[in-house]
């Protein structure tokens, strides 16, 4: 009786550029736009979350004091839609800022069913804090582009903006 020998085609010749982390073959994804920019999102946010770990702050939350911070007295509805949020997001962060006393709510004199956030010394002194941790993180992204290629690219960035 005869043994069948089975043989493999070769496997296709692949370019450097198709092997990702650890030589996993990526698919195609290397030239894909969305790929790139969600692996440059955990990498700045990775860095973001080292840089201000010791302030105890997601990137939302910090956001949401700088937002506070810039307008005073906006309420969670107005803060959500900037932030492209959802209220029930921004209910939860607003609720651990007031937790943690960075912020306070107070009713809207003009309708009783808006709050205004304004944030407390306490936050103040968090929010000029995460603005420092913030810089250098800033400067960290900076550093991988020259001045022009980071012009270009936030102006990239803005185009596909909502």
């Not at 009786?1 to 195609?28: H, I, N, Q, S, W």
């Not at 990775?46 to 810039?70: C, N, P, S």
């Not at 603005?131 to 993180?137: G, S």
Request: aromatic share 4%; hydrophobic share 45%; no cysteine.
């Amino acid at each position: 009786m005869k043994t069948a020998t089975l043989t493999r085609a070769p496997a296709p010749a692949r370019k450097p550029a198709d092997r990702g982390e650890g030589g996993v073959a990526r698919g195609g994804l290397e030239d894909s736009v969305g790929f790139h920019l969600r692996m440059a999102f955990l990498a700045v946010s990775r860095h973001f979350t080292g840089a201000t770990a010791r302030l105890d702050l997601t990137q939302k939350q910090t956001g949401v004091l700088w937002m506070i911070g810039a307008n005073a007295g906006i309420s969670q509805t107005k803060l959500a839609s900037a932030l492209s949020m959802d209220r029930a997001s921004m209910m939860a962060i607003i609720d651990r800022l007031d937790h943690r006393q960075l912020l306070i709510r107070e009713r809207s004199d003009r309708d009783g069913r808006r709050q205004e956030l304004y944030l407390t010394p306490k936050g103040q002194k968090v929010l000029a804090q995460s603005k420092a941790a913030v810089a250098e993180h800033e400067k960290w992204i900076a550093a991988h582009f020259d001045k022009d290629e980071l012009a270009a690219l936030l102006a990239l960035l803005h185009r596909i903006e909502l």
